[in-house]
């Protein structure tokens, strides 16, 4: 592995990150607070911690020691995603799959919701993973039941937006339901995005904004990947009825970080090093092969000239997990995209969640993702392992922690998806 190719990619991959840092993104949104009432700090996904502990920091810099009588709130975020507050309170939960810990936290951050009163301001910050962490099933599905259904959608490589769908409908807490619940307190929504696009309906299942999809769709989307609950949850489907978009007039939402901006970070560091960038957009997704098979294709068909090239994506790939491996989209990515290159000269590659956890527990010691290089094949042989047999297995994770390919980084506390960069020397 050439080592200054390695610390290249690496340096665009913490810039990335650190733009969209809640310390660098969060701060120009924050509302202040409502004069006559509270300001009620509410939260959910894995960036929610780290804006909590931003927004107390900005009003305490304000306020003093007296910023406890100011605010107050509850945000729930994944398990070692935490930060330190005094204010708002942080509780850790299950993430991807929701678990008890999430439920309870969700059904208390619902009644704080719901106890608003006209003068007081809810202020929501919201970032990916907050559709498994605001879980809150309606009557008549379980939390195993909920599970079960999250864990076989992922299992069968369904998209963010098809889970989401889902989710909101069968859900107590999203899908605009929080802020309908918050009324009549204005409800204020400064959100990080992860999603392609950056649809408010698709973050975190847009727990406070108008739903745009149905409870039809939802059904189809359970008929197409053949959940086995499907027969028995369209019956709860086809009773459900929501409100219009007159009943979301006190809720704002406002984009405080998007996929795009860690792109064009990167970007621009890359250029002051002085390699040409193409961007090749910040919403790609599909199955983590067929992309990087995609992208081989691309990066062979650049012409590096005298700068050397370096092409950046985000968005969100997909596994369909039919081996008994280890790994995440990421590092499924990187494996495919060494031997869709086999080895061809001056290309090197990173491809990282940005969260600091591809498909990982949440530990501090998961994998972010991998790096290649033109050396990573004849490596893999040497150290005796089949590439393309581990790729079969899903079991990216076991091949690139054999090299020493994997980053691991731990939590970043901001997620705005998948960040790629492939770099073609001269």
């Given at each position: 592995?050439?080592?200054?190719?390695?610390?290249?990619l690496l340096d665009l991959f913490l810039e990335a990150v650190r733009v969209v840092k809640a310390g660098n993104c969060l701060p120009p949104h924050l509302p202040p607070i409502p004069r006559g009432g509270r300001l009620i700090v509410l939260g959910a996904g894995k960036a929610a911690a780290d804006m909590a502990a931003v927004a107390e920091a900005h009003y305490r810099a304000e306020f003093g020691e007296e910023v406890a009588e100011q605010i107050c709130g509850l945000v729930i975020t994944r398990y070692g995603h935490g930060a330190p507050t005094s204010c708002i309170e942080v509780v850790e939960a299950g993430h991807p799959v929701p678990d008890m810990a999430g439920l309870k936290a969700a059904k208390r951050l619902f009644c704080l919701a719901a106890g608003a009163g006209k003068h007081d301001l809810v202020l929501f910050l919201l970032s990916g993973g907050g559709?498994?962490?605001l879980t809150m099933p309606r009557r008549g599905v379980s939390l195993e039941m909920k599970q079960r259904v999250i864990g076989d959608l992922m299992r069968k490589g369904a998209g963010i937006a098809e889970m989401n769908c889902v989710r909101k409908h069968l859900s107590d807490i999203k899908g605009g339901k929080l802020a309908l619940a918050a009324a009549p307190a204005r409800i204020l929504t400064l959100a990080i995005s992860d999603v392609a696009g950056d649809d408010p309906g698709v973050i975190a299942s847009g727990p406070s904004v108008y739903d745009e999809t149905t409870a039809r769709q939802a059904y189809e989307i359970l008929q197409k990947y053949e959940i086995v609950a499907c027969r028995q949850l369209g019956f709860l489907l086809e009773s459900e009825s929501k409100p219009g978009r007159a009943a979301f007039s006190h809720a704002e939402y406002v984009l405080v970080a998007r996929p795009v901006q860690a792109l064009e970070a990167a970007a621009a560091l890359a250029r002051a090093r002085g390699w040409q960038v193409r961007i090749q957009g910040d919403a790609l997704e599909g199955n983590a092969v067929e992309l990087a098979r995609a992208h081989a294709a691309e990066i062979l068909g650049e012409n590096p000239g005298q700068k050397g090239v370096v092409l950046l994506s985000g968005g969100e790939v997909t596994v369909t997990l039919t081996g008994t491996g280890r790994g995440g989209p990421n590092q499924e990515y990187a494996l495919a995209l060494a031997l869709a290159l086999e080895g061809a000269d001056g290309i090197h590659a990173l491809a990282c969640d940005t969260d600091g956890n591809d498909g990982g527990r949440g530990r501090a010691d998961d994998p972010a993702g991998a790096?290649?290089?033109p050396?990573?094949?004849?490596?893999?042989?040497?150290?005796?392992?089949?590439?393309?047999a581990c790729l079969a297995n899903n079991d990216s994770g076991g091949f690139f922690v054999a090299?020493?390919?994997?980053?691991?980084?731990?939590?970043?506390?901001?997620?705005?998806n998948d960040f790629r960069a492939i770099l073609r020397r001269p």
């Open positions: 592995m050439n080592e200054e190719m390695r610390s290249f559709s498994a962490l790096i290649i290089s050396s990573t094949l004849l490596r893999a042989v040497e150290a005796g392992l089949d590439p393309v090299l020493g390919d994997l980053v691991q980084i731990g939590p970043t506390l901001t997620n705005v």
